[in-house]
Nanobody, 114 residues
């Protein structure tokens, strides 16, 4: 059973930066594809960024050039570096691990406001 624990959310002003982390349990982390998703109030959960086991990355058009996803297999952690944050980035951010099924973290709140 895989468990995911996110951290790093918070309140930041527009134009600021945050770095989210997601630590995973389990011994096969390096073989899994990982991703970050977000859900804003009243909206569906949407993909933010993904990274494969071979470190191929993919981004939503709304965050491309501002966000960077990365992974550290030794630490079993996936990161999301968020720069130039905008109010529309406000959401609960969820970590996803795709194995034979999908595993989700509990979410971390990101609020971008002045």
């Amino acid at each position: 059973q895989v468990q995911l624990v996110e951290s790093g959310g918070g309140l930041v002003q527009p134009g600021g930066s945050l770095r989210l982390s997601c630590a995973a349990s389990g011994s096969l982390f390096r073989f899994y594809d990982l991703g970050w998703y977000r859900q804003a109030p009243g909206k569906q959960r949407e993909l933010v960024a993904t990274i494969t086991s071979g470190t191929i990355t993919n981004y939503a058009s709304s965050v491309k050039g501002r966000f960077t996803i990365s992974r550290d297999n030794a630490k079993k952690t996936v990161y999301l570096q968020m720069n130039s944050l905008k109010p529309e980035d406000t959401a609960v951010y969820y970590c996803n691990l795709h194995a034979t099924g999908d595993y989700w973290g509990q979410g971390t709140q990101v609020t971008v406001s002045s």
